[in-house]
């Protein structure tokens, strides 16, 4: 067909196909051009569409332009194929010719390899653009306290405005509680826009990871429970398995500049591979900002928003050993521990109140159980209790003061123990209860009860001597004060030969 012969809108796609223009033309401009058009619109519009609107939009962008791209390049390649094979019925040179169809095959072998490489990424693309996330759904609980709302899952497409709808209901809401691995870099912008708006504070109690550091990052006051873990890595293109795409990147450490974190703790965290995890320390967190303040944990009222009655309270108690054993050889001790928890639990108290009132009277029980116990309970017992408080004290001094001399105050005392620790406890306060025999009971004499306090004490200051003894000195004292002085006395005990220590815990525990 002669140019004169194509008209229309469509023209120049015709007769490129027909291979109607020059071979140089078809070559060298028009294929040339259409190779160049997918990835220009690419790089024009998938910035704006990831950036703009949630992940899926982008990844169908990147789908439909790569469909584009492919059917584009057919539609030149064919149309230059056709070309070269008019380009010698015309009395060109064939030489040209077979150069341009090798080189399309050469194009096209080349296409077929890209394709399969890139099929991973695509696939991943695909079940982004059907909707799928990052993480699990998100979940928002109102917390019991009414101060605090909990925010688990994934950050996903839609968990700021959740979070906004949420927060609308609930104007007395004042910290964002976050439990959650992660999600798109974006959402987790937008939920740190709603918390950073409102001036909320944010707070972990297990895990919050990856795009959750962006979120927990905007509260006003920002703390973590003691065995709370937050996490930080680089980000991941989708598709790209632990390989993150430089403006990605760019974004990140500009976001975790922005929250006025330290440029090395920023280039540790966008340095640690997308497939594992970075958990600084509670001290790094301190020292980096991240954290605003120390927790000592139970802060918020989870226990009293998932308890719904207190015999349902009394079975999950149950299902510990301690309690279980505790209900059967005392009912009135468990139903106090009960009574108490369940009261505060009513109030929509915070877990550390509704801890705390269970482990008074927990407290208050063990006494009678405790100097019925072996002496091998006894004395492992002991040595935990020093170990016990050297660890609180290396955490928080006035943690170790409030489990030495027991005020009431609100306080996790569990939660800022070692794992390690807290399981050590409850075999041994299980093993007191378990082995609990009134043929062991001693009577005590004044005498027989300063002569042992005096061998705990014999290595302790005068100083340390008058804050162990005087409530009204310690409560005036700092708490690493106090906290050394309890130290000093359980060491004393610990101190004693094994042959003797059993009998003097005991008169020690009987005595009180």
Known sequence: MNAAEYAGPFAFFRRHYNGDYSLGRSYW?????????????????????TEEFPARYGSIGVLLLTIFGVLAWFWAVAGTWASAGKHVQSGGKSGWATVAKVMIVLGALRLFGDIVNILPTLQEHARVASGQQFGPSTKLEMRADGRSILLSGGVNDGSAEQLDKALQIAPS????????????????????????????????????????????????????????????????????????????????????????????????????????MWYPSHDVLLSAGVLTRRSLGGETAALSTVVRSKAGLAVDFKKVDLFALLAERSPKDFDAVIEAAWGKTQQGATDAEVTTAAR????????KFLPLASDKTLVAYQSLMQEELEALRDRDPAACVEMAFPSGKPMSILGNLPQELIKRELILMTNMLREYDSSRSIKLSQQVIEQVAQRAAASMTQEQLLVFSDEDIRRQSRPALSCDAAIAFFAGLNAIPLAERGHAIRVIYAAH
């Open 29 to 49: 401009v028009n294929t040339l051009l259409v190779s160049l058009f997918a990835p220009a619109i690419g790089i024009m519009l998938l910035p704006w569409l």
């Open 360 to 367: 008074a009277e927990l407290t208050a029980a063990l006494p």
């Open 173 to 276: 809401i004042t910290t964002v509680v976050l439990a959650s691995d992660g999600g798109w870099i974006r959402e987790g912008k937008m939920v740190a826009e709603v918390i950073r708006k409102r001036g909320l504070n944010t707070y972990v109690e297990g895990s919050c990871a990856s795009a959750c550091t962006i979120a927990f990052l905007a509260g006003k006051d920002r703390a973590a429970a003691p065995v709370a873990r937050i996490g930080f890595h680089a980000s991941r293109s989708i598709g790209a398995v632990a390989k993150a795409a430089p403006e990605e990147t760019a974004e990140l450490r500009t976001i975790y500049r922005g929250a006025g974190l330290p440029e090395t703790f920023v280039d540790q965290a966008i340095n640690t591979p997308n497939d594992k």
